[in-house]
């Protein structure tokens, strides 16, 4: 792996999903990801004994007003695109999220053309130096 490649999150919350090398750290890769924030849980909504299927999170872009409206927490500013709840790290929007290599693989060779169009309006500069995985939509058979 390298920086700018893409590669593939085959463990844990992004599973499946496909993401951006941005720094090479001894212990791992730190990636910038589509987020995946889950709506708040109302306080109704208690869990029962029974362990229900959760449905995951849509991915999608850091919205800083939205997000305060939703969650009643407004992301500090760090720079310019640069925001920070907690101990997370957003970039452009994008989440900046640190691996271990043997959760990844480098065999993305495709992602969903959804996350292809938000990569792109993330506009993140580290996203112009790289080649874009082609979107699935995008691969056609013989005779399409």
């Given at each position: ?10 463990k ?12 090479i ?35 999608s ?6 997000y ?11 720079v ?50 790289s ?14």
């Amino acid at each position: 792996m390298k920086i700018g490649s893409w590669v593939w999150v085959r463990k844990g919350a992004y599973k499946g999903d496909t993401a951006l090398v941005v720094a090479i750290n001894h212990w791992g890769v730190d990636m910038l990801l589509l987020p995946r924030l889950k709506p708040p849980v109302p306080d109704w909504d208690i869990p029962q004994k029974r362990k229900q299927s959760t449905i995951p999170a849509t991915p999608s872009l850091l919205d800083t007003v939205g997000y305060q409206k939703t969650y009643g927490v407004q992301p500090t500013w760090l720079v310019e695109n640069v925001y920070k709840v907690g101990q997370v790290l957003f970039e452009h929007g994008l989440l900046r999220k640190g691996y271990d290599l043997h959760l990844l693989s480098s065999t993305a060779v495709d992602m969903p053309s959804q996350f292809f169009t938000m990569y792109e309006s993330s506009r993140h500069p580290g996203l112009k130096s790289s080649k874009f995985p082609r979107p699935q939509d995008w691969i056609f058979e013989i005779g399409e």
